[in-house]
């Protein structure tokens, strides 16, 4: 008896949460990520020739340092396992925040 409670519960739960107003999520970003912890977000990251160009809320994070503006240029130098090397050309407004890192 008690199962069928249960279960009754459980079905009338299923049918009333279709009725429910659903929550759409905002649309995620885009996102790139270069090894091992440089990731560049905006709203627009198109590529071209090599280098990415990256327009809209701009940010750009790695270990120590964080830089935000309305456009930049990337430019992929080099890349290995432990880092990559960037050449960024930023426009708009633009805040660059470094923080110390760990001494090792």
């Known amino acids: 008896m008690k199962m069928i409670a249960l ?3 459980i079905v009338a739960g299923s049918l ?6 659903q929550l759409s999520l ?3 970003r885009p996102r ?14 198109p590529a071209s020739s090599g280098v990415i160009h990256a327009r809209g809320r ?10 935000t503006a309305d456009e930049a240029d990337i430019r992929r130098l080099n890349t290995s396992l432990e880092a ?11 805040n660059v925040s470094i923080s ?5």
Do not use: C, H, W, Y
């Not at 790139?32 to 905006?42: D, E, K, R």
């Open 100 to 104: 110390p890192t760990a001494k090792r």
């Open 58 to 67: 701009v940010r750009i994070e790695s270990s120590s340092t964080v830089i």
């Open 32 to 45: 790139l990520t270069f090894a091992p912890m440089t990731v560049i977000t905006a709203d627009e990251l």
């Open 84 to 94: 990559v090397e960037l050449s960024i050309d930023v426009r708009g407004n633009v």
């Open 7 to 9: 279960t009754g519960i």
């Open 26 to 28: 905002p649309p995620q």
């Open 16 to 21: 009333l949460s279709g009725f429910a107003p």
